[in-house]
């Protein structure tokens, strides 16, 4: 029986958005599949759960970086500090849609505004801090698949309002969106716990969160892979 | 003669041996002459919304993969891993960007490349790594998409020939295009797929099998005086197999529960500015009922104020399993959406007032083939001797088997003449200038 290996990531302290970032990195050795910035802040995960879910994304061969926001700053600010983890992860030779963005609480609400802005490989947001008000709100489309999971008990986000936004993201983006809501949960579900529903609902939702970055995140190519297209490229340049 | 359809031209009399509904090597022979060489269809463009959706379907007993690529391209790929052969996508429908064979993890685009293979070093430098496999031909008419896993088949316009005119008659009754409402019926019959066909286009058995239907019907009209309109209609031969049993002006709406005032003055309204874009004649066409059978397995029939999209596959000689989607506007209001999908569900479909009679009476058909020894010939006469063919003669059942005879046998069957048509139903689809056209300059 193989015996259980945990990362501990690699901790730094980065310049960004006129202050200090604390960045947290699992790099991986050979070809990893793909890359993943982890954002959490207000009703995010603890830090111990941020490990563990940097942890659960090696296993599938994901790279991440990972950053606790804070308390919520403007959109702005927040989008300032994913350009800086994604930064880091193109210096690791990362393109955009080789990268999945994954938020939690505050961290959700970026992980949304980053579908807004850019292309990138995927995008999820776990019970993510949304404006109040949200059915009423014009909705941004976005430009990367984005996948939302959330408590159908956070008062925050009470199902109606979630279905007329997740209706309304779906009709004005190119891309595909889905909204789940879980039954019986607070947005507390994200912690896991010892009640079926939250157990089920923190099951389900990582599980939801790998399928949709395996389903869509660009694998980076190993060596041969790269030598394969090459190939094909070179026979198409002596075809044509 | 061919030793499964009579054409007796001087009596006259069409008739089919039973046997072409229970003999295994007929069933074997469709598959090879029939479903390898036609262009079969797979599926409407508007089930594909999004880069990466995707469908699973199967055709001509091929389990395929019905795509919209990171690029927006329709794309159809054969359902097996090029690897050990494992279906890809396991699920009806969906939406990746990729997808991975959970047998031993190579993946794949939508666009059919393999992106990633787990231990690709094992395979060596030179390995040539497959892409998936895909029909022979894929091409789409107004939306429909259709395949043929033939590469030598005429394109797509030619095969589909007159029936065009019709899918243009059901796809222009929107202006911003029609598009498959989310939803399927499925649903099985115990008999040849080909009494389906038959029974798609058979105005003859409407009243006496859907009885129970028609009662409702007057029950919430207070009458149904279809007599007039029903008779003033046509059962035409589209070519290559195709026909159609048409309507006349207004049939499209004797059916059904009536609208509400006000619902039906949106379809009034509607219809009002397509008269401007493509003629009164056109749109008096486009008012009628039509029962389409494009050869041999998609039936297309505007009924009961509601588009049904119906694709019939075979799996043995005996059973069918039946796909079946509404084809509706999508700007339509909602009270009027949800008054077409009652009628379109009262009439359609399982839980439907029509479909289990239509099930009910096949299979017992079917069961009573176990006689054909001692009653050898089902008789499809109705109307030969007519000058004109109406919807409730057999004239639309003859031309599919006179295709089916020739493809299966080799023996080509002279066409059966009748009057041409009046104008009513040769009235050509116009492109008029409207006011908004011309000020969109």
Redesign the interface.
Same mark, same amino acid.
């Given at each position: 029986m193989a015996t259980a290996v945990r990362i501990e990531p690699d901790v730094t302290e980065v310049p960004s958005g006129g202050r200090s970032l604390e960045v947290a990195t699992v790099a991986l050795g050979g070809v990893p599949?793909g890359a993943v910035v982890l954002l959490s802040g207000a009703g995010g995960l603890r830090h111990v759960e941020v490990v563990d879910a940097m942890n659960e994304l090696a296993e599938h061969g994901y790279e991440s970086v990972a950053a606790d926001l804070g308390p919520a700053e403007d959109d702005d600010a927040a989008l300032e500090h994913l350009r800086t983890l994604l930064d880091r992860l193109a210096a690791r030779g990362w393109d955009l849609d080789q990268i999945g963005v994954v938020g939690y609480g505050s961290g959700g609400r970026v992980a949304l505004l980053a579908a807004a802005a850019m292309e990138l490989g995927a995008a999820v947001s776990v019970r993510p801090v949304l404006p109040a008000g949200l059915d009423a709100r014009p909705v941004d489309p976005v430009r990367t /698949?984005w996948l939302g999971l959330f408590g159908a008990l956070d008062e925050r986000t009470p199902p109606g309002s979630l279905a007329a936004f997740g209706a309304a993201l779906a009709a004005s983006s %190119? #891309?595909?969106t889905?909204v789940v809501s879980y039954p019986g949960v607070t947005g507390e579900f994200v912690h896991d716990g010892l009640h079926p529903l939250t157990h089920a609902a923190a099951y389900d939702s990582w599980q939801r969160t790998v399928e949709w970055l395996?389903?869509?995140v #660009? %694998?980076r190519?190993?060596p041969? /892979?790269r030598?394969?297209h090459e190939r094909l490229a070179h026979r198409e340049r002596l075809s044509a | 003669m061919s030793q499964y359809v009579d054409d007796d031209r001087t009596m006259p009399r069409f008739r089919v041996n039973r046997r072409a509904m229970t003999d295994p090597e007929v069933f074997e022979k469709e598959k090879e002459l029939i479903f390898n060489r036609s262009w079969l269809y797979i599926g409407h463009e508007t089930e594909l919304k999004k880069p990466n959706d995707f469908r699973t379907r199967n055709v001509a007993g091929r389990p395929l993969i019905f795509a919209r690529d990171a690029k927006g391209q329709i794309r159809v790929w054969i359902n097996s891993c090029p690897h050990r052969g494992a279906m890809l996508c396991r699920q009806p429908s969906g939406n990746a960007r990729f997808m991975t064979c959970f047998y031993h993890g190579w993946s794949f685009s939508t666009a059919g490349d393999m992106v990633s293979m787990p231990g690709d070093a094992s395979y060596g430098p030179d390995f040539e790594r497959p892409g998936l496999a895909g029909p022979a031909k894929v091409d789409s008419y107004r939306g429909f998409v259709f395949v043929s896993f033939d590469h030598d088949i005429v394109d797509l316009p030619t095969y589909l020939a007159g029936a065009k005119e019709y899918i243009d008659l059901v796809s222009d009754m929107s202006e911003v295009g029609m598009e498959v409402l989310e939803g399927t019926h499925e649903y099985s019959c115990r008999a040849n797929w080909k009494l389906l066909v038959e029974n798609s286009y058979d105005g003859y058995h409407a009243m006496s099998t859907h009885q129970r239907y028609f009662e409702m019907v007057v029950a919430a009209r207070g009458s149904l005086d279809a007599g007039a309109v029903l008779a003033d209609s046509r059962a035409i031969d589209l070519g290559n197999g195709h026909a159609v049993a048409a309507g006349s002006a207004g049939s499209g709406s004797i059916f059904g529960r009536a609208l509400s005032p006000e619902a039906e003055a949106e379809r009034e309204a509607r219809f009002e500015r397509l008269r401007a874009k493509h003629g009164n004649a056109w749109v008096d066409r486009l008012n009628g009922s039509r029962n389409m059978v494009i050869f041999p397995n998609l039936v297309i029939i505007d009924l009961v104020m509601g588009v049904v999209i119906r694709k019939i596959d075979p799996i043995s000689p005996d059973y069918m399993e039946v796909t079946a989607w509404e084809l509706a506007p999508p700007d339509e209001g909602e009270e009027l959406k949800r008054q077409r999908l009652d009628n379109f569900l009262t009439f359609w479909g399982p839980g439907g007032l029509a479909s289990p009679d239509d099930v009910e009476a096949l299979e017992t058909c079917q069961r009573a083939y176990a006689s054909a020894g001692e009653l050898e010939w089902s008789d499809i006469s109705r109307g030969m001797h007519k000058p004109t063919v109406a919807t409730s003669d057999e004239f639309q059942m003859r031309t599919f088997w006179r295709r089916w005879n020739q493809l299966i046998t080799g023996e080509e069957l002279p066409p059966e003449e009748h009057e041409p048509l009046p104008e009513f139903w040769r009235a050509p689809r116009l492109e008029l200038a409207t006011e908004e056209s011309v000020a969109a300059g």
């Open positions: 599949r /698949a %190119p #891309v595909f889905q395996n389903a869509r #660009v %694998p190519p190993t041969l /892979a030598a394969w | -």
